[in-house]
C-alpha cells in the first residue's frame, strides 16, 4: 500500500499548480463569446442537477461539451469522448460489440458481462441506457454531451459510482429550415446528413434527420475471403471482410413538440440507427508457447504449420494488416422512442415526465486474439490430451482460433421518470420517481458450438461451423426508486446541499450452456434496497466564486453469472472543488479535488482462468477495494476578442487495498501461481492526462463570411495493461506490453463560415483527426502466452460542404 501522507502531498502540489495555472491567465475552451458587447466567455448550461443551471452554479466536476468541441473533435458518440474531460478515457471493448469501455476516476467500467451493470452510466435525453452492448451507436443532431465525475446516486441512480454521461439531443424550433451537410475524405470516406424543420403550426412543430456515412477500415485483413458456414444454427454463410474498421452507418432521427402555451410542452423523438461496419483489428503482438501451461506440445505444432508466427519481437505499434480471418461483418440496430413532458405549474412549481422504451440487437464476430489465420496441416501427430477448453478433438485438417467470440445480444428496456422541481428564496428542491424494466438476451447462437460466445480451438479447413454446445445468458431486470435532492440558502453566502435516493432492484435469469439434450442451467434471484446520498456545503464567495465540499454515496447493483454471485459495489466519495469567474468573466477556472474508496470492485474476468469457471466465458467477480484520489482542473480563457484558449489537467492515483485470490488468479498471480504475486496493479487508467485547444475566428472576409480555426491536443502518460508486475518482467514479450507509451491525438478543423448566398449559408470545412498519428495501443489482451492489442484509428481527414435555409 502506498504511504497516504505521499498521497496528500501530491495532491496539495497540484493544488497550487493549479492556482497558479488559473492566475497566469492562460487556458481555455472553444466556447462562444458573450452578447452584448461585452467581451466575455459565454455562460454554459447544464442538466447536471436535472435542472437547467449555470455550469458555474453546479457543485459537480462536470464537462460540457459544446457544438465548437463536437465540430473540431468529431464527436458522433460517446466513444469519441476519450481525453475531453479530465481522468476520462474512452475506448471499444473487445470483441467487436459496440460497447464503450470507460476509465473515470480510477475506476475501469465495462458492463460487458450479461446481467451486469457498470461504473459510468449513459443517458440521452434523460433515459438511463441499461444495455452497454450496442452502446456506440452514431446520433446526428447531438447538441451537448455532459461528463459528470464522481458517484452521481442521488439524481441519476444506482450504477453510477465513477461518473455518468449525459447525451441532449436538440428539440424543434418551430422554424422552416433545410440543412443538407455533404463530406468527403480519406480511406473513401463519405457522409450526407440531410435536416428538414417545419414551421410550427397551433403549437405543432418538427423535424427529422437521416445521415448516412462510409470509411474503408485503416487496417488490411490478411484473411480477407475465408468463408465461414453457420447454416448448422441457421446463420447462413458469410466470408470474411477485405478490411477492418470499415464504417457503414445510417441513422434517422426525428422529433416532433407540441408548445399550446409557455407553460406546456411534449415532445416526442425517434432514433434509429444501423451499423454493419467492421470491428476493430485485434493484432497479435507476442505468442510464447513456453508460457501456456501444458499446451506447448500443441502449440509447437500449430507454430511448424504457420512460420510467420509468432514474430521475433513485438511490434506494439498499429498495424496496415492483420490476418483476422474469423471476423465478419457486424450487425447492429438501435431504436428508441421518447415522450417528455414538462409542465410550468406555477412560478414555484415545475414538472416533468418521461416515457421511454428502447431496444437493441447485435451480431458480433470477432477474432480477439489475433489468431484465426492459423491452420494446423494433416501433420499426422497425436496430440495426447486436448483440454474440453480447445473443443477437441484435433481434426486432421483445421483452422485454429486461441480466442475468438460469436455473440449475439437483444436488449429491451421500458423506463418512466416523474419529477417535480421546487424553487423558492430559502430553497431549490429536486424530487422524482423511477421505474425501469429490461430484458436481456445473450450468447452464442442456439445450437451453436462455444462457450458463452468465446470459441477456442480448432474448426474444420472448409469453414464449417459444427453445431453443438452453447451458451446463452436470459436476464431480466426491474428497478424503482424515489429521490429528493434540495439546495438550502441557510445563510448569506453559504447553502446546504441535502440528497437521499432509494432504489430497489430484482433481478432473475439463467445461464443455458451444454448441448441442446443435455442443458446445465445457472438460474438466480437477486433483490436487494439501497440507499445512495449525498451532504455537501456551498460558500458563494462572491458572485462569480463558488467554493464547494461535498459527501457522495452511490452502489453498482450486485448479481450473479453462472453460478457465481458478487456483491454491490460500493463507493464513497469526498470531493472540494473552486468554480470561479475572473476579469470581468474573460477567465474561468474549475478545479475539483477528490478521494473516492470503492469497497468489493467488481471487474469482468475471462473464466479460462479461474479455476471451477473454465466453461463460462467472462464472468464478474468481486477484485476488492480500491483507492482513487486526484484533481481535475479546467481553465477557460478568451484573451483577444476572437480568440478562446483551453486547458484541461486530470490526475489520479490509485492504490488496491485489498485483493482477492480470485482476481489475482485471473492474472496467474498467488503465492502458488505462475507469476506469484500479491500485489496488483490497477490497469487501463493513466495517472495524467489532459488537452489543450484553441478556437479562433477572423474578422469578415467579404459580406460575413469569415474563417474559423480549432485545434485540440488531447494527451496521457503512459497507461499501464499489466496489472501482474511479476508476469510482466517474465519475458522480453511481456515486458515490451506492459505499458502503452504516453501519446497526443491532434484534431483540427478550419471552416469558412456564413458565405450568404441570397437566403442560404454555406461553410466549407477542412478537418482532420488523430493528425499526429497516435498508433500506440489502447488495448491489451493478454491470454495464457499470446498478446493482442487493439489501436485508435489512423489519421483521417476531409473536406465538408454544409448549405442551410
Wanted: one cysteine or more; hydrophobic letters at 35%.
Amino acid at each position: 500500500m502506498k504511504d497516504c501522507t505521499k498521497s496528500r502531498k501530491t495532491i496539495l502540489s497540484l493544488l497550487i499548480g493549479a492556482a497558479a495555472a488559473s492566475s497566469g491567465g492562460f487556458a481555455g475552451s472553444a466556447l462562444a463569446q458573450g452578447s452584448g458587447g461585452k467581451l466575455a466567455l459565454e455562460e454554459v448550461i447544464v442538466t447536471a442537477q436535472k435542472r437547467e443551471e449555470s455550469m458555474q452554479d453546479v457543485p459537480i466536476a462536470v464537462t460540457a461539451v459544446t457544438q465548437e468541441m463536437i465540430q473540431s473533435n468529431r464527436i458522433f458518440s460517446v466513444a469519441d469522448l476519450s481525453g475531453i474531460a479530465p481522468n476520462t478515457t474512452v475506448r471499444p471493448a473487445a470483441g467487436g460489440v459496440s460497447l464503450p469501455a470507460f476509465a473515470m476516476r480510477g475506476i475501469t467500467s465495462y458492463g460487458v458481462v450479461p446481467g451486469s451493470d457498470k461504473q459510468v452510466s449513459m443517458y440521452l435525453d434523460g433515459v438511463y441506457l441499461a444495455n452497454p452492448r450496442g452502446g456506440i451507436f452514431t446520433l446526428p443532431d447531438i447538441v451537448q454531451l455532459e461528463v459528470l465525475r464522481g458517484p452521481q446516486g442521488t439524481l441519476f441512480g444506482r450504477n453510477s459510482t465513477a461518473g455518468a454521461i449525459s447525451v441532449r439531443t436538440r428539440d424543434p424550433g418551430g422554424e422552416l429550415g433545410f440543412k443538407q451537410l455533404l463530406e468527403t475524405g480519406n480511406n473513401n470516406h463519405f457522409r450526407s446528413r440531410t435536416s428538414l424543420d417545419t414551421p410550427s403550426w397551433e403549437g405543432l412543430s418538427a423535424y427529422v434527420t437521416y445521415q448516412t456515412e462510409e470509411r474503408d477500415g485503416d487496417v488490411k485483413n490478411l484473411g480477407a475471403g475465408t468463408f465461414w458456414d453457420r447454416t448448422g444454427f441457421g446463420k447462413g454463410t458469410a466470408r470474411s471482410p477485405d478490411r477492418l474498421r470499415d464504417t457503414d452507418v445510417q441513422s434517422w432521427f426525428g422529433a416532433v413538440a407540441f408548445e399550446p402555451n409557455d407553460k406546456f410542452k411534449l415532445t416526442y423523438k425517434y432514433d434509429w440507427a444501423e451499423d454493419t461496419g467492421t470491428p476493430d483489428v485485434q493484432s497479435l503482438v507476442s505468442f510464447e508457447p513456453a508460457n501456456l501451461g501444458g499446451l506447448e506440445q500443441l502449440f509447437d505444432l500449430i507454430a511448424a504449420a504457420n512460420p510467420q508466427y509468432p514474430p521475433t519481437w513485438p511490434d506494439t505499434t498499429r498495424p496496415n494488416k492483420a490476418n483476422n480471418a474469423f471476423t465478419l461483418q457486424r450487425q447492429q440496430e438501435n431504436e428508441g422512442h421518447n415522450l417528455t413532458g414538462v409542465w410550468e405549474i406555477n412560478d414555484a412549481w415545475r414538472s416533468k415526465a418521461i416515457l421511454a422504451y428502447r431496444k437493441s440487437d447485435l451480431t458480433a464476430i470477432t477474432d480477439i486474439s489475433g489468431t484465426s489465420g492459423w491452420l494446423v496441416g494433416p501433420i499426422g501427430a497425436v496430440i495426447p490430451s486436448v483440454p474440453p477448453l480447445l473443443n477437441g478433438p484435433y481434426p486432421p485438417d483445421a483452422r485454429f482460433c486461441y480466442l475468438c467470440s460469436n455473440s449475439l445480444s437483444s436488449s429491451e428496456q421500458w423506463s418512466a421518470e416523474l419529477q417535480f422541481d421546487y424553487d423558492s428564496d430559502f430553497m431549490a428542491l429536486t424530487m422524482g420517481a423511477v421505474y425501469f424494466d429490461q430484458d436481456d438476451i445473450s450468447g452464442s447462437p442456439v445450437n451453436s458450438r462455444g462457450t458463452f460466445a468465446l470459441n477456442t480451438g480448432f474448426f474444420p479447413a472448409d469453414g464449417t461451423i459444427p453445431t453443438g454446445d452453447e451458451s446463452r445468458s436470459f436476464n431480466h431486470a426491474y428497478s424503482y426508486a424515489g429521490y429528493v435532492h434540495g439546495l438550502f440558502h441557510v445563510l448569506p453566502k453559504t447553502d446546504l446541499i441535502l440528497g437521499y435516493r432509494l432504489t430497489r432492484d430484482e433481478k432473475s435469469g439463467r445461464l443455458r450452456t451444454g448441448a441442446p439434450d443435455d442443458y446445465e442451467l445457472y438460474p438466480f434471484d437477486y433483490n436487494d434496497t439501497r440507499p445512495s446520498y449525498t451532504i455537501g456545503a456551498n460558500y458563494n464567495a462572491t458572485e462569480d466564486l463558488l467554493l464547494y465540499a461535498k459527501y457522495d454515496y452511490s452502489y453498482v447493483s450486485g448479481g450473479s453469472t453462472a453460478g457465481l454471485a458478487y456483491d454491490p459495489e460500493e463507493a464513497g466519495s469526498w470531493e472540494a472543488g473552486l468554480k470561479g469567474d475572473f476579469i470581468d468573466s474573460r477567465l474561468r477556472t474549475n478545479l475539483a479535488l477528490f478521494y473516492v474508496a470503492y469497497d468489493k470492485v467488481q471487474t469482468a474476468q475471462g473464466g479460462t482462468s479461474i479455476p471451477g469457471y473454465e466453461n463460462a466465458g467472462t464472468l464478474i467477480v468481486e477484485g476488492g477495494d480500491l483507492e482513487a484520489s486526484g484533481v481535475e482542473l479546467e481553465v477557460f480563457a478568451l484573451p483577444l476578442e476572437r480568440l478562446t484558449l483551453g486547458l484541461t489537467v486530470g490526475y489520479v492515483e490509485t492504490d488496491w487495498t485489498r485483493v482477492t485470490d480470485i482476481l489475482l488468479s485471473s492474472v496467474q498471480g498467488l503465492e502458488t501461481g505462475p507469476y506469484p504475486t500479491k500485489d496488483y496493479k490497477q490497469s487501463l487508467n493513466p495517472e495524467w492526462s489532459g488537452n489543450i485547444n484553441a478556437h479562433y475566428e477572423t474578422l469578415p472576409l467579404f459580406d460575413q463570411a469569415y474563417l474559423s480555426f480549432d485545434v485540440t491536443g488531447i494527451w496521457r502518460d503512459e497507461m499501464r495493461f499489466d496489472p501482474n508486475e511479476t508476469r510482466a518482467a517474465a519475458t522480453p514479450a511481456n515486458r515490451a506490453t506492459e505499458f502503452s507509451p504516453s501519446t497526443w491525438m491532434v484534431n483540427a478543423r478550419i471552416a469558412l463560415q456564413d458565405i450568404k448566398i441570397g437566403d442560404w449559408n454555406a461553410q466549407v470545412a477542412l478537418w482532420g483527426r488523430n493528425l499526429a498519428d497516435d498508433d500506440e495501443p489502447i488495448f491489451s489482451l493478454p491470454v495464457y502466452g499470446s498478446i493482442a492489442m487493439a489501436y485508435n484509428e489512423e489519421p483521417t481527414y476531409g473536406i465538408a460542404l454544409t448549405v442551410q435555409y
